[in-house]
């Protein structure tokens, strides 16, 4: 009989961790899930506890393992594993101990607006040098809270502990893929590795994203001169052996951020494929081919892959900061649900939301827009409001930013986006989609099997060991049992809603400099 080869895939997200099992076939053969723990310690604060994280690995490992023995097969079943990580988010640790110097500060965080505020106006330097767009011939991106750099610049400021490290040449930088090989390979004590791939690099603000190597332009801009940096490596390549557990000695072979790796689990291979991921935020992606495009609308150049031998492919993408979160939002802090699919049942209920308009945006919001001083708004609430509405205008908020990412590729691409291709926890809601087709206008394509961020990494990783020899042999892998919704609506009615979000929109600048909400020099002694 022929040998079963499974691919392990960890997805370590902003709220939860996965660990997927998929066979050589692209088929979802088990998995386990578990949430750990969000630290709000001061309003736009989000933080987590990197031992956490890698807890929360381990632990999903060793079930995920443990069912699949109770499946009948072996943990030698798995040849190798792929990683897909929230990016953006920071972790800094000494160099000499493996320990993190302070919580991460995660990639939705808003503390850091006035470090911001600094870096775009320093005056000292050529003018050409100078506004959040300072850097964006060298990485592709403005300068704003999203960013590792920016973090890690915040932390040197107000963190004693990573200062002094720093000082003595002990700091290391890295994101979480970083901050997981490393630990997975031995950590300090067994010469862990330390690499980060081309996607999660792209995030730092520090790589060109021109020859995807550190820039010592950008490095020097934030300051981080000395800073100890991972190497940058291709997205599917080996990196090391795990050197514990149940899958001691199974190759590390896979590496990409969490919504690049979707673009690879959505088989996005070809210039102008685009996929939508509605997780704890919303990312749009649209595949440029091998030559970064810069946007001029508010989008994000960014490196969508890079497989061993092969040159990068680039993408554009919009980020909305607030998606899946909403919705915990109102479970955990509103009460207004009892779980993430009662939303979907109380949404359905009504056939509108009478009105009613919520721009989520609890931690400022993200492209095109790029307004740190935004907060969560809700228009337009009437006595006839009722929490139905609420949770249909939730959802509709995150189709709405989806169509301004939307507007955006379009003019900055040369062909339109004629179909969509979505995933991610919120893609599960039928009303959800419904409703993105309805204010997009063009086809929304859901597959079946929506775990497309794992499928990415265990992609990357079985390239890279050989159990598919090309993308070619990748064209029949989640292909069964695709959903397609399609516009209900009529463009007068998409447009009235449209412009209703648009006002909705307006009304939520400036909330965080009325309120005080922006300083990041208050609290300076907090760790």
Not at 113 to 123: A, C, G, P, R
Not at 261 to 288: E, I, P, R
Not at 486 to 510: C, L, N, Q
């Amino acid at each position: 009989m022929t040998r079963d080869r499974f691919i392990g895939a960890i997805d370590q997200g902003t709220t939860s961790t996965r660990f997927v099992i998929f066979d050589q076939n692209g088929k979802l053969i088990t998995w386990h899930q578990m949430e750990f723990e969000q630290h709000y310690t001061h309003p736009g604060w989000v933080e987590h506890d990197p031992y956490d994280i890698l807890a929360s690995v381990d632990t999903c490992i060793e079930h995920a393992v443990r069912k699949l023995g109770l499946m009948g097969y072996d943990a030698s079943n798995i040849e190798c594993v792929g990683i897909t990580n929230q990016r953006e988010t920071t972790v800094a640790w000494d160099s000499e101990t493996g320990h993190p110097l302070c919580p991460a500060i995660v990639w939705s965080d808003n503390r850091t607006s006035h470090t911001v505020q600094e870096l775009s106006n320093q005056s000292h330097l050529p003018k050409e040098q100078q506004g959040i767009e300072a850097l964006r011939d060298i990485c592709g991106l403005p300068i704003t809270t999203y960013f590792s750099a920016v973090k890690l610049k915040w932390m040197l400021d107000h963190v004693p502990e990573v200062k002094e490290a720093h000082e003595n040449n002990r700091l290391q930088f890295g994101t979480i893929d970083t901050w997981l090989i490393y630990n997975l390979t031995g950590g300090v004590d067994n010469g862990g590795v330390l690499v980060t791939d081309v996607t999660n690099a792209s995030r730092t603000m520090l790589m060109d994203i021109n020859t995807l190597t550190w820039s010592e332009k950008a490095i020097n801009f934030f300051g981080f001169g000395g800073l100890k940096l991972a190497k940058i490596v291709p997205s599917s390549s080996v990196y090391g052996k795990i050197s514990s557990g149940s899958l001691q000695n199974v190759p590390i072979s896979g590496c990409l951020g969490d919504q690049q790796s979707a673009l690879v689990g959505q088989k996005c291979f070809h210039t102008g494929d685009a996929k939508n991921t509605y997780g704890t935020g919303c990312f749009m992606l649209f595949n440029t081919g091998n030559k970064p495009v810069f946007s001029k609308n508010g989008l994000l150049s960014t490196v969508a892959y890079q497989f061993d031998g092969q040159p990068p492919t680039y993408a554009l993408e919009g980020s909305v900061a607030v998606a899946g979160s909403s919705i915990q939002w109102l479970r955990d802090n509103m009460g207004i649900i009892d779980n993430a699919q009662q939303i979907n049942e109380l949404a359905s209920k009504v056939k509108s939301t009478a009105g009613v308009y919520f721009v989520t945006a609890f931690s400022g919001l993200f492209a095109p827009y790029w307004r740190n001083d935004a907060r969560g708004t809700i228009c337009g609430l009437t006595q006839f409001t009722k929490r139905e509405h609420i949770a249909r205008a939730t959802l509709e908020a995150v189709c709405y930013q989806s169509r301004a990412i939307l507007e955006a590729m379009n003019k900055d691409a040369e062909h339109p986006l004629r179909s969509l291709k979505v995933d991610g926890g919120v893609s599960n809601s039928d009303v959800c989609m419904q409703i993105q087709a309805d204010v997009l206008n063009i086809e929304v394509d859901r597959p079946e099997m929506r775990e497309t961020t794992a499928l990415g990494a265990a992609i990357a990783a079985g390239l890279a060991m050989g159990i598919w020899k090309s993308i070619d042999d990748l064209q029949h892998v989640n292909e069964d049992g695709r959903t397609t919704f399609v516009s209900k609506i009529s463009d007068r009615k998409r447009e009235k809603m449209y412009g209703g979000w648009k006002e909705a929109i307006e009304r939520s600048f400036g909330w965080a400099d009325v309120l005080g909400q922006t300083s990041d020099t208050e609290d300076e002694d907090y760790y």
